[in-house]
């Protein structure tokens, strides 16, 4: 049986000399809840649309609900398969809740009896208390995203993209959101969401982290940890705000992987112990030093701005 919701080898996708997604590998299982991280312009929204069958690979190949891409045709036996609930807002203003749900079942061609038996699972999924004619401008933002991923899952299909479902939404709504995505992944749906939020994509069984159109890393949130900071992360709080001369000489001197600056805070990963214990001697009084648990926005500053230096 096959256990791949997404295989995608060497995807490039080229707009004219421009390769927004370069030469990218990776696979989603079913049943996962697949995050994409990345800062604006990685590569994420042009990687979905792909997916989705709405952009056409330039090279590589790429598997969807196991569907290929690469026969003629195909690509809107994959749109059948999967939803998708875009980075910009997709649902009408000025229609009702209903007409925006009827709209997208015209769209995609479903029966009535269909349509109408859904509807109402959709509006108990989402626990929609409103009545069905209120216009989606009067409803809170929160309501209006999950309006819009019912919308995108009338279908039933087997994956859902979700392209920064939650961006602006308050904490609570997209709290319940989460709610509504992992009872879909628990039902055997595969989930592939975009977000800024950490907090959301630790909830990730998987994230893949994109720059510049690459892949540059792919695990879980513990194994990212793991693995971008083999040795301890340390929280270094100046005692009296540093000198620029005092944080050039503890640069230049090198017992770190890493040393990020929060303000007066800085996360500092030791190269070794000997490094370490010489750092200490030499700078330890100027410091309050205690260890930390590496969070996904230390991996994601270590990982994305190793890079450029
Ligand atoms: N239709 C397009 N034509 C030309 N360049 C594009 C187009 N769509 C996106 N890009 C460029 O491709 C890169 C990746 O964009 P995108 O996939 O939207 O990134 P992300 O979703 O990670 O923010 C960006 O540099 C963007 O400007
Ligand atoms: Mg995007």
């Not at 790429?62 to 059948?80: H, M, R, T």
């Not at 349509?115 to 209120?134: G, H, M, V």
Request: hydrophobic residues 40%.
């Amino acid at each position: 049986m096959n256990t791949l919701a997404v295989k995608v080898e060497n995807l490039v996708l080229q707009f004219d000399d421009f390769k927004a997604v370069n030469n990218i590998s990776f696979n989603v299982q079913k049943g996962e809840i697949f995050g994409f991280l990345g800062a604006n312009g990685a590569g994420k929204t042009t990687t979905i649309r792909v997916l989705c069958g709405l952009l056409i690979p330039t090279s590589g190949s790429v598997e969807v609900a196991g569907i290929s891409f690469n026969i003629e045709g195909n690509a809107d036996l994959i749109k059948a398969k999967v939803g998708y609930m875009s980075q910009k807002f997709t649902l009408y203003n000025d229609l009702t809740v209903e007409e925006n749900i009827s709209f997208t079942a015209s769209l995609r061609k479903l029966p009535r009896e269909y349509y109408e038996k859904r509807k109402k699972e959709l509006f108990d999924f989402i626990s929609f208390n409103k009545p069905a004619n209120t216009k989606v401008s009067d409803l809170a933002g929160g309501m209006k995203q999950q309006v819009s991923l019912a919308a995108s899952i009338l279908h039933e299909p087997e994956i859902l993209f979700l392209d920064e479902p939650t961006a602006g939404v308050s904490s609570a709504a997209r709290q319940k959101f989460w709610d509504l995505i992992k009872s879909l992944a628990k039902e055997g749906k595969t989930i592939f969401v975009t977000s800024h939020y950490m907090d959301e994509v630790e909830q990730c069984d998987r994230i893949a982290l994109m720059s510049n159109g690459e892949l540059i890393a792919l695990d879980s949130p513990a194994g990212l940890k793991a693995k971008t900071f083999p040795q301890p992360l340390y929280e270094l709080d100046s005692k009296q705000s540093l000198s620029n001369q005092e944080l050039e000489s503890i640069k230049a001197l090198k017992y770190f992987e890493s040393f990020e600056s929060y303000g007066h805070r800085y996360h500092a990963s030791p190269i070794n112990l000997s490094k370490w214990n010489e750092f200490k001697s030499l700078y330890g009084d100027l410091f309050n030093i205690r260890e930390i648990n590496p969070t996904l926005e230390d991996v994601f500053i270590r990982l994305v701005e190793g890079q450029d230096k």
